[in-house]
């Protein structure tokens, strides 16, 4: 089985990003600059975006820091990222989610015109990825090609099970894999025979949010098993597949921490400079 090292392949993306940068501020003169926006407290959120900011620092990228309070309004969010999104030294605009409750989360999110979406969250990115045309991929599951790409793993004539239909990992992944010429399959909670779904998998993408749903008895022999998931337990963080037995069946597997996570951050930042090189055209 082989480790699938999310560390050391965002670090290498970050690599050749800094690099990227570098050349953007030599032919135009500007920096890339990427606005992350925190609305209240909540501790995870906090923490992604520090690790956010960090990145930015990392690959040459000029970072724009708004922290609301827990209870900013509605219209506080909105003048905030119209201002960005008028803003030319801003290429990427990203609002942290979960919004506290009482924000409408659509509302401010299609303030954010689609060539600074480095989310991959707006309709027009969302309607280009499932046309397979050029735009702007949610980043995690952007995260997860990136690695499949990176060892390797072919997906054309492949069968991918996507276990997950959230707006932010499983829909978008799913599309992507159809776009690799892979044959996708996707699973939910009601999906009526998961394991029979899953055992057919010679990919195997969880992103769920259940720790350890992924079981040995529910993967192929010699099966790329990714897993998305980020659950904290009384023991720890875990992931959505039971690892160390799924080790023993699976050809490739990632590790949580240390496999999807870091990639998702390398890849926002890789839209970033996207869309810094597209504003320049
Ligand atoms: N919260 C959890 N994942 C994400 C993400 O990819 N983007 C944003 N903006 N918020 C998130």
Known sequence: MTLIDGKATARAVRAELKAE???????????????????GN??????????KIKGCEETGIRSFAHYLPE?????????????????ENVHGILVQLPLPRGLDEGEILKAIPPEK???????????????????????????????????????????AVVVGRSRIVGRPMALLLL??????????????DLKEQC???????AAVGKPRLITKDMV?????????GMNRTEDGLCGDVDFENVAEKA?????????????????LLKNTVACARRSCK
């Open 21 to 39: 940068t570098e050349r953007f501020e030599a032919q135009t003169g500007k920096k890339v600059g990427l606005a992350v926006v925190l609305v």
């Open 42 to 51: 909540d501790p995870a959120s906090q923490i992604y975006v520090k690790n």
């Open 71 to 87: 209870h900013a309004t509605q219209k506080q969010v909105l003048s905030l990222v119209e201002g960005l999104a008028a803003d």
């Open 117 to 159: 979406d480095v989310d991959g969250f707006h309709a027009e990115n969302v309607g280009a990825l499932a046309l397979g045309e050029r735009g702007t991929v949610a980043c995690t599951p952007l995260g997860v090609l990136e690695l499949l790409k990176r060892y390797r793993i072919p997906l054309a004539g492949k069968h």
């Open 179 to 192: 776009n690799e010429d892979a044959t996708v399959t996707v699973c939910h909670s009601k999906t009526a």
């Open 199 to 205: 055992r057919r998998a010679d990919v195997l993408i």
């Open 220 to 228: 192929k022999e010699g099966a790329v098993v990714i897993d998305v």
């Open 251 to 267: 050809s490739y597997l990632t590790p949580v921490p240390g496999g999807v996570g870091p990639m998702t951050i390398a890849m």
